[in-house]
T-cell receptor, first 113, second 114 residues
Framework: KQEVTQIPAALSVPEGENLVLNCSFT??????LQWFRQDPGKGLTSLLL?????REQTSGRLNASLDKSSGRSTLYIAASQPGDSATYLC????????????FGKGTKLSVIP | ETGVTQTPRHLVMGMTNKKSLKCEQH?????MYWYKQSAKKPLELMFV???????ENNSVPSRFSPECPNSSHLFLHLHTLQPEDSALYLC?????????????FGSGTQLSVL
């Protein structure tokens, strides 16, 4: 059964720092990977989708990469801002004939002004 | 605003009540999903509908009954729930339901079962 680990579980940084969030899968056969952001008591917002033919995606200050050989992904946030404070979740799809995204528990990020 | 609207935002119900959660998407998508998010657990997929047809039921107890009358609307009917069913229930949609596409989530219904 596919499981996803996100490290660290929580992270607090001062404003302006660059930071990296990590995500790893027990089964490295990942077809695609998404990073989401969740604000307290709210739904998820898709930030980046790395599709099967890609290794990384960039959007503004965010960059996500996927190493399929190891089943690991990182989300890099540059010049962090207090508005980046949220929980970040990664989710992978193994493409095993059904739509089953496997989610991690998330990393709770706090950016201190 | 993601284009996926869920109502109600909060719901408190007793174990003998019957209630329904509603989800509507304005994105022209063909696939809709119900997810359950419990404290300190990863999101769990409950049901998937593709072009109004249920394509996945992730071993969900029968006290949860989904309904998808058209590609824009999705319901989750609840009856005789247990306290452990208290959670945030999230609806999502995607264009084709192929897996290789972004998911768009609603804000969720926070359910408390007393």
């Amino acid at each position: 059964k596919q499981e996803v680990t996100q490290i660290p579980a929580a992270l607090s940084v001062p404003e302006g720092e660059n930071l990296v969030l990590n995500c790893s899968f027990t089964d490295s056969a990942i077809y695609n990977l998404q990073w989401f952001r969740q604000d307290p008591g709210k739904g998820l917002t898709s930030l980046l989708l790395i599709q099967s033919s890609q290794r990384e995606q960039t959007s503004g200050r965010l960059n996500a990469s996927l190493d399929k050989s190891s089943g690991r992904s990182t989300l890099y946030i540059a010049a962090s801002q207090p508005g980046d404070s949220a929980t970040y979740l990664c989710a992978g799809w193994t493409g095993a004939g059904s739509y089953q995204l496997t989610f991690g528990k998330g990393t709770k990020l706090s950016v201190i002004p | 605003e993601t284009g996926v609207t869920q109502t109600p935002r909060h719901l408190v119900m007793g174990m003998t009540n019957k209630k329904s959660l509603k989800c509507e998407q304005h994105l022209g998508h063909n696939a809709m999903y119900w997810y359950k998010q419990s404290a300190k657990k990863p999101l769990e997929l409950m049901f998937v509908y593709n072009f109004k047809e249920q394509t996945e039921n992730n071993s969900v107890p029968s006290r949860f009954s989904p309904e998808c009358p058209n590609s824009s609307h999705l319901f989750l009917h609840l009856h005789t729930l247990q306290p452990e069913d208290s959670a945030l229930y999230l609806c999502a949609s995607s264009r084709q339901g192929t897996g290789n596409e972004k998911l768009f989530f609603g804000s969720g219904t926070q359910l408390s079962v007393l």
